[in-house]
């Protein structure tokens, strides 16, 4: 049997052929996935069964082949919280998190301790879980369309003890879906927003993911057209949207939210500088008072 110092030097060898920037930390991913330890190489001595160091070496292949990391692994930790994901599903990223920290913020400022709250293109449900474990008394409402994600979506709010989040199975680009979940307090999504442009020149690890979750039409700005004036009426009014975008995106998204009578646009830089997130008031028109 090899020595765990010895498996770990094989297969950081292997992934460093691809990446040599992330072969530490995807190596020990590995180490801590398959041997189940937070810290495999505090005991680097150790022998690693013959299976388990197949095993390990074959998921070593098949990441310096550009398989995702968070694929292999089969879960990405999010906001604190544990997600089961796989091919069909969006991986969680950090730039997300922007996302929830403006969603809570809002609630904050606005003294809102039980908002109705819905995540529309709720992916393995990262964004809806993370609001309900922040928010309990939130009445949370998760919109999924593909059957594959749905199924992620349903497995994470079980393992995350949310299991009162609402799971609507539907497109939220077609009207009777917008119209099933009325009174919002906030609409908060982050719907595919890559360019025909982008998803030609995907990074090979990317090109794994659901093409229907990344790709948002020509200019990338399909979904957030057609939601943000579907889903209005659906929103309180004085209510909040909340939508994550691609880097250039923002005064694009501003002008889509303004356009449909949205106001005090609100944008927030990712922890990377770029301006990743928007949030708006939902303002309808005055209409003149019967006589």
């Known amino acids: 049997m090899v020595s765990r110092r010895e498996l770990f030097s094989g297969v950081r060898g292997i992934i460093a052929e691809r990446d040599e920037e992330t072969a530490d930390f995807d190596t020990t991913c590995i180490f801590q996935d398959l041997l189940g330890e937070k810290n495999p190489m505090f005991s680097p001595d150790l022998p690693v069964p013959d299976d388990k160091a197949a095993e390990i070496l074959s998921l070593a292949k098949r990441r310096s082949e550009g398989y995702p990391l968070q694929y292999l692994l089969g879960q990405w930790e999010f906001w604190g919280c544990n997600f089961r994901i796989g091919e069909g599903v969006l991986i969680p990223r950090p730039d997300t998190e ?116 990344l790709f948002g039409g020509d200019d990338g700005l399909g979904f957030y057209r057609a939601i943000t004036g579907l889903w209005k009426t659906s929103v309180k009014e004085g209510g909040f949207i909340a939508y994550e975008f691609g880097m250039g995106q923002h005064d694009d998204v501003r002008k889509i939210l303004e356009g449909s009578g949205f106001t005090d646009v609100e944008l927030r830089r990712d922890g990377g500088g770029i301006i990743r997130t928007a949030a708006a008031r939902n303002i309808f028109e005055s209409k003149p008072a019967l006589i």
């Open 98 to 213: 922007t996302l929830v920290e403006q969603v809570l913020d809002i609630c904050r400022r606005e003294k809102l301790t039980a908002p109705k709250i819905a995540d529309l293109c709720s992916g393995s449900g990262c964004i809806a879980v993370a609001l309900k474990k922040e928010l309990p008394q939130a009445d949370v409402w998760a919109v999924e369309l593909s059957e594959a994600a749905l199924g992620y979506l349903k497995e994470n709010t079980v393992l995350n003890g949310c299991e009162d989040i609402h799971i609507i199975h539907g497109d939220v680009l077609k009207k009777e879906t917008a119209r099933s979940v009325m009174g919002l307090d906030i609409l908060v999504s982050n719907p595919p927003y890559l360019t025909a442009v982008d998803m030609s020149e995907l990074q090979t690890e990317v090109r794994y993911e659901p093409a229907s979750a």
